[in-house]
């Protein structure tokens, strides 16, 4: 017998059901710990901070990461990394911290104490983590959280020591004193990848400011900034000395500037000078801006530099080496000390500044009014530019001078984009684009932090500037005398190792690394390599995580395993976007439109949830949309389940039992069970490619096909009295096309699946079977072929009759079909009953009950007719249509009125013949007209199949199973009883009624059907 089910149940209820069944039976551990084959598998999880909370993206990103691994368990895969990670160092955990004891700069981190702190951020990073792991059980990520990767783990920080010194054996760690962006609320440097994903577009006011030329009149040098905070530490002017300059009078001053930007800047401007190269301004000398910072010798001259443009501003840079990239190469070029007013704060320290102690930020209005003040500032003006921030804080970053330790990136960015190439990217389009774009301008990495919570770096370094690095635990243990159970700050800070090479002491660098560096060193350090484990597991087969990952931990990973071993980190990878809010707008906190996992998870089911996700292509955004997820489930997973509850309520009504698939010559299970293995082969296709939500697509499609098209056309099969070879060929077929959509949908809605396989086989798991192979000899691709056409040809009429106002419970006469091939007599014998047509022929284009009009095609006509169309017009219509159609077939033209008329100039107009409505079906290309006649007889029929639909509906309220018999009592008018007398017999077959009396209705139902008053009563029988 089937599991009888309730189909009214929701998604949630039959979720929460399945995983108390996984609970109490350990399905979800023999899943993980054991495989079905050993093809060898490789994942890795990309690991959240567990100090937020789990949001809608995680939700997404996790059913995605399941779904793959519950297929690739199926497919008789041996998973490694089948286990969570969680990234636990860093500025996220550090603000957290810092919001928690109310703290606002790193001196009162310091005052407070390293240690302590410390601590507190090692407890605060699991302050989710249950929520985490709750989430991942509610929506079915099933993941061994037993064998979590841990970054602030000391095995995983001493991987990542391994790593970091065999990069500084190599050469490829460095330090240097560079300009870099510098957060000051954070007080630390951001590398490039960080950098990219801190962008805004913001408005802010740009200064164009007079230089006045040493020693002459009146004249000036025009520089512009959208950085005023940088003026008063102005060292040089940079010209390109490529380009034309000018030297132009406007109100009484001149001016230098690009010859490009002239005409722009100064309306009605004389030139004073000819056009010169900017080479011959190099040398000039100019008087400071601001009097306030002494400058050094050297300063305060026009330099020249390639990087000038004429795009915006004047073709003229204000140089201020201490805070810009270019700016520090032209100070290096230049041979100068550079001044630098600005604490690591971000604030004034120079206290001959009227601005000391403001933040830059701060001060800039406040500079532009001295500007205005002093005569200094030529005019302002609004810009739109992206700005870069903080990532992490938001607050806008500056460029300032550090020393740091870099990774160097850029010398091998050659063998990064080598290795790029070997991954497989969804969409491709990133591979080349969007990542490979960033791996082709890749920078230097910056890796050192001037910050407490991290991965320390493993260098030392003595009085005399000799470095050296610490590759494991038991190298440090030998070098300093001292075992460390701790590798954070401050324990690893206290000790002190004799120099290598010249015997005096060394004391670490006193910073902690990038904590991209740590998810990024995750394909080896997860495994603990080399200590705990020889095998890198480089590259792993599949990562997937949100489309900002291309400039995050797709990146670390990447560069780190190229440096390391020459190799990409991974072969496939997933990118998905961003799921957004009811409105389209972007989620997030400050926002207040963020929407929890749990909070999703609740409103929706998992299932629902995770059929959202794979509704669409996953690298597109999405709104979150209630009300689209409960049709999408509504469609796909109600439906299998009432496919599901039909099937096994009359299957145990007859006592049917599954013993093997029994397929009869009829075409109609020939085309299922072809659909259903081409589906079969196209999911495996589709998924084997990591393209899961193409593979959904084509599971809707069968449901789809299995509940509208086979089983409303087998129900006469399933209703048959007695066990006939085509019933139990359809229960046979039934059964399997259940038992195989289950297998095939149960990576991606693992719940509803399994509490329809149970129902359906009383096995185990769906989850501990393999995923279904094809069987090729079922598929006929030119019987689905034949199908679709089928299909079409049905839902061409469809739409007839609604635009004719006509029901399909009508029957009609007769479909008249013209094309260019034929619909062969079997499959004409299935689109009968679904279009309640009586007959459906093809006929000859001769034989089409239409009346041909011929009109003038005036777009070809007009210019040769010109005021002789009314004639022609007239003359047509009073010839024979078929008359001019046939000329035009014999010799290409026809004469009318004396004009003659080529194909192209006419237009036929073919108008259905009374009674007959006309439509085209576009798949077929055929043409179809309706017979829309109804005479006595039809009408009948049709009110018979009403009061079928009235009685159904009735059964349904009731809350009758299939197999319950009734008695109806209907009571109309005398001339519909008589009507409804001839088909009692008909109604009865339908309703399942041992009887039907026509007369007194009792307390029956009163029904308008179609303007015609009657009342139906139903009673359920004894059984």
């Known amino acids: 017998?089937?599991?009888?089910?309730?189909?009214?149940?929701?998604?949630?209820?039959?979720?929460?059901?399945?995983?108390?069944?996984?609970?109490?039976?350990?399905?979800?551990?023999?899943?993980?710990?054991?495989?079905?084959?050993?093809?060898?598998?490789?994942?890795?999880?990309?690991?959240?901070?567990?100090?937020?909370?789990?949001?809608?993206?995680?939700?997404?990103?996790?059913?995605?990461?399941?779904?793959?691994?519950?297929?690739?368990?199926?497919?008789?895969?041996?998973?490694?990394?089948r286990s969570g990670g969680w990234d636990c160092h860093g500025l996220p955990v550090e603000i957290e911290a810092e919001k928690h004891f109310g703290f606002n700069s790193k001196k009162e981190i310091e005052e407070y104490g390293i240690e302590a702190f410390n601590a507190y951020c090692s407890k605060s990073v699991f302050t989710y983590i249950d929520e985490f792991k709750e989430v991942d059980s509610q929506i079915g990520f099933w993941i061994d959280h037993d064998r979590d990767y841990i970054t602030l783990k000391r095995d995983y920080m001493e991987s990542e020591w391994w790593a970091l010194k065999t990069m500084f054996e190599k050469g490829l760690l460095f330090k240097d004193y560079k300009i870099l962006p510098y957060c000051p609320r954070c007080g630390t440097s951001l590398s490039s990848h960080e950098v990219s994903q801190g962008y805004e577009e913001v408005s802010d006011i740009s200064v164009y400011v007079r230089f006045k030329v040493t020693g002459e009149k009146d004249t000036y040098i025009l520089a512009w900034t959208t950085t005023p905070w940088t003026l008063p530490s102005n060292q040089f002017l940079v010209v390109n000395p490529k380009i034309d300059y000018s030297l132009v009078s406007y109100k009484g001053s001149n001016y230098y500037v690009a010859s490009a930007t002239a005409g722009r800047l100064f309306p009605g401007a004389t030139l004073v000078k000819e056009k010169i190269r900017g080479k011959e301004l190099v040398g000039i000398k100019y008087d400071q801006l601001l009097k306030f910072i002494k400058p050094f010798d050297g300063n305060l001259q026009v330099v020249g530099a390639d990087y000038v443009t004429v795009e915006e501003g004047t073709g003229i840079v204000h140089t201020s080496p201490a805070f810009g990239a270019d700016d520090f190469e032209t100070g290096k070029r230049m041979k100068t000390r550079i001044i630098n007013p600005v604490s690591s704060e971000g604030k004034y320290n120079d206290p001959s500044l009227p601005w000391y102690g403001m933040s830059v930020m701060e001060a800039n209005p406040k500079i532009i009014e001295y500007l205005k003040k002093e005569g200094l500032l030529f005019k302002t003006e609004k810009i739109k530019h992206t700005y870069p921030f903080c990532y992490r804080c938001h607050s806008p970053l500056i460029y300032y001078p550090l020393d740091a330790w870099f990774i160097r990136v850029s010398e091998n960015r050659e063998k990064i984009v080598d290795t790029n190439s070997r991954i497989n990217w969804y969409p491709n389009h990133l591979k080349n684009g969007r990542f490979g774009n960033f791996l082709s301008e890749a920078k230097d990495w910056s890796l050192s932090r001037n910050r407490y919570w991290g991965t320390p770096l493993p260098i030392w370094k003595c009085k005399n500037g000799h470095y050296e690095a610490i590759g494991n635990l038991k190298e440090l243990a030998e070098r300093s005398g001292r075992e460390l159970d701790d590798l954070h700050r401050p324990f690893v800070d206290q000790l002190k190792l004799k120099c290598l090479q010249c015997g005096s002491e060394s004391a670490r660098e006193p910073y902690v690394i990038d904590t991209w560096f740590d998810s990024g060193s995750a394909t080896y350090a997860s495994i603990g390599y080399p200590r705990y484990s020889g095998e890198t597991h480089i590259p792993v087969d599949f990562i997937t995580e949100a489309i900002d990952q291309t400039r995050g931990w797709y990146y670390t990973l990447h560069v780190i395993s190229t440096l390391l071993f020459n190799s990409n980190a991974y072969n496939n990878v997933l990118t998905i976007e961003f799921v957004l809010d009811s409105n389209g707008r972007k989620m997030s906190k400050s926002e207040g439109n963020s929407i929890l996992a749990m909070e999703a998870l609740q409103q929706n089911g998992p299932d629902p949830l995770r059929l959202f996700f794979m509704f669409g292509v996953p690298w597109k955004t999405r709104n979150y949309d209630i009300r689209l997820i409960s049709e999408i489930s509504?469609?796909?997973?109600?439906?299998?389940?009432?496919?599901?509850?039909?099937?096994?309520?009359?299957?145990?009504?007859?006592?049917?039992?599954?013993?093997?698939?029994?397929?009869?010559?009829?075409?109609?299970?020939?085309?299922?069970?072809?659909?259903?293995?081409?589906?079969?082969?196209?999911?495996?296709?589709?998924?084997?490619?990591?393209?899961?939500?193409?593979?959904?697509?084509?599971?809707?499609?069968?449901?789809?096909?299995?509940?509208?098209t086979y089983l409303r056309l087998s129900r006469r099969k399933f209703w048959a009295e007695e066990m006939t070879e085509q019933k139990e060929s359809a229960y046979s077929i039934l059964y399997s096309i259940l038992e195989k959509i289950s297998l095939l949908l149960a990576p991606i809605a693992p719940f509803t699946t399994e509490y329809l396989y149970r129902s359906l086989t009383h096995e185990e798991s769906v989850h501990l079977k393999m995923y279904p192979a094809p069987t090729e000899e079922s598929i006929q691709p030119e019987l689905e072929k034949k199908f679709s056409d089928v299909l079409s040809v049905i839902e061409t009429v469809r739409r007839m009759r609604q635009k004719a106002g006509i029901k399909g419970r009508q029957p009609l006469t007769e479909l008249l079909l013209n094309g260019s091939f034929r619909i062969e007599e079997p499959l004409i014998e299935i689109i009968k009953p679904e279009i309640n047509c009586k007959t459906v022929r093809f006929v000859e284009e001769k034989d089409m009950p239409v009346t041909s009009k011929i009109k003038l095609n005036y777009a070809t006509v007009a210019s040769i007719l010109k005021g002789n169309i009314k004639k022609v017009e007239e003359e047509l219509s009073r010839t024979d249509p078929a008359k001019i159609l046939e000329?035009?077939?014999?010799?290409?033209?026809?004469?009318?009125?004396?004009?003659?008329?080529?194909?192209?100039?006419?237009?036929?107009?073919?108008?259905?013949?009374?009674?007959?409505?006309?439509?085209?079906?576009?798949?077929?290309?055929?043409?179809?007209?309706?017979?829309?006649?109804?005479?006595?007889?039809?009408?009948?029929?049709?009110?018979?199949?009403?009061?079928?639909?009235?009685?159904?509906?009735?059964?349904?309220?009731?809350?009758?199973e299939y197999d319950d018999r009734i008695s109806v009592f209907i009571d109309a008018e005398p001339a519909t009883s008589e009507d409804i007398r001839g088909s009692l017999e008909t109604i009865s077959s339908e309703t399942l009624a041992d009887e039907i009396q026509l007369g007194s209705a009792g307390e029956g139902q009163l029904w308008d059907i179609d303007g015609t008053k009657v009342k139906i009563l139903v009673r359920k029988n004894g059984k």
């Open 1 to 81: 017998m089937f599991n009888l089910i309730d189909t009214n149940r929701s998604f949630k209820e039959i979720a929460d059901e399945v995983r108390s069944y996984w609970k109490e039976y350990g399905i979800q551990h023999k899943s993980l710990k054991t495989s079905l084959g050993n093809k060898p598998f490789r994942f890795l999880e990309g690991p959240p901070t567990a100090n937020g909370r789990p949001h809608l993206g995680h939700a997404m990103t996790r059913a995605i990461k399941d779904i793959i691994l519950r297929y690739k368990y199926m497919t008789g895969h041996e998973i490694f990394g």
């Open 634 to 708: 509504r469609k796909t997973l109600s439906t299998l389940l009432n496919v599901y509850s039909f099937f096994a309520s009359n299957a145990n009504l007859d006592r049917f039992e599954f013993k093997q698939l029994k397929v009869s010559e009829d075409p109609l299970d020939q085309w299922i069970l072809s659909r259903l293995n081409s589906t079969i082969r196209s999911c495996n296709d589709y998924m084997e490619a990591y393209l899961p939500h193409e593979a959904f697509r084509s599971i809707m499609e069968l449901i789809e096909q299995v509940s509208n």
């Open 887 to 960: 000329a035009v077939r014999k010799s290409g033209n026809a004469t009318v009125a004396g004009f003659s008329l080529a194909a192209d100039q006419i237009l036929v107009e073919a108008i259905p013949q009374p009674g007959f409505i006309y439509d085209k079906d576009e798949k077929t290309g055929f043409s179809l007209f309706l017979n829309t006649t109804i005479d006595a007889d039809l009408a009948r029929e049709g009110l018979s199949r009403e009061l079928i639909r009235r009685i159904q509906v009735m059964r349904k309220e009731l809350s009758l």
